[in-house]
Antibody, heavy 122, light 106 residues
């Protein structure tokens, strides 16, 4: 059974940092891209960042470029999102999600974690 | 950025009735279109990808159609567990999501 479990969210002041983690199981972690998607309270969905299965390729949406860093440890089946210089508008539930198609970016997202809430106070 | 526009914003349907949700892209996304269902307090759930391919475990009452800029998600006979918010998403150029259609009980 495929499972993704996020952790690391919390309350942080504007300008601060947080590191999110996403631990995966039930599939070959190194063969699928994983995407971070966020959802502000009561709002829609926005993709944040994606990393290829090997970890060699990373991409970011414009609003987080230069502030967030995505990485993964395939030996631990774990994905990370280092978030620096946080702003109030980064407040959201952050989900990690697996690509439905192997070795494909972008792709539909077939399995999602339960999400972790990041709150940035100004 | 490709803008995805969903209509209607809210759809009131009685159980057992058919529901059709629309999604329009600001430019062609070919068949790189997915549909998700989200219930309160839960993560999105993939229903359809490639515009018309049902994801694993999705009931046959869910179907997707369209290509290019116009897409439709059809729920043939609404069950109680289908009342939720539905999002379309293009993945032709990165990802963008529509604003969602809420399907509520009439």
């Amino acid at each position: 059974e495929v499972q993704l479990l996020e952790s690391g969210g919390g309350l942080v002041q504007s300008g601060g940092s947080l590191r999110l983690s996403c631990t995966a199981s039930g599939f070959t972690f190194s063969r699928y891209a994983i995407t971070w998607v966020r959802q502000a309270p009561g709002k829609g969905l926005e993709w944040v960042s994606v990393i290829s299965g090997s970890g060699a390729s990373t991409y970011y949406t414009d609003s987080v470029e230069g502030r967030f860093t995505i990485s993964k440890d395939n030996s631990r089946n774990t994905l990370y999102l280092q978030m620096n210089s946080l702003r109030a508008e980064d407040t959201a539930i952050y989900y990690c999600a697996k690509a439905v198609e192997m070795a494909t970016i972008p792709s539909g997202l077939d399995y999602w974690g339960q999400g972790t809430l990041v709150t940035v106070s100004s | 950025e490709i803008v995805m526009t969903q209509s209607p914003a809210t759809l009131s349907v009685s159980p057992g009735e058919r529901a059709a949700l629309s999604c329009r892209a600001s430019q062609s996304v070919r068949s790189k279109l997915a549909w998700y269902q989200q219930k309160p307090g839960q993560a999105p759930r993939l229903l359809i990808y490639g515009a018309s391919t049902r994801a694993t475990g999705i009931p046959a009452r869910f179907s997707g159609s369209g290509s290019g800029t116009e897409f439709t998600l059809t729920i043939s006979s609404l069950q109680s567990e289908d009342f939720a918010v539905y999002y379309c998403q293009q993945y032709e150029i990165w990802w963008t999501f529509g604003q969602g259609t809420k399907v509520e009980i009439k």
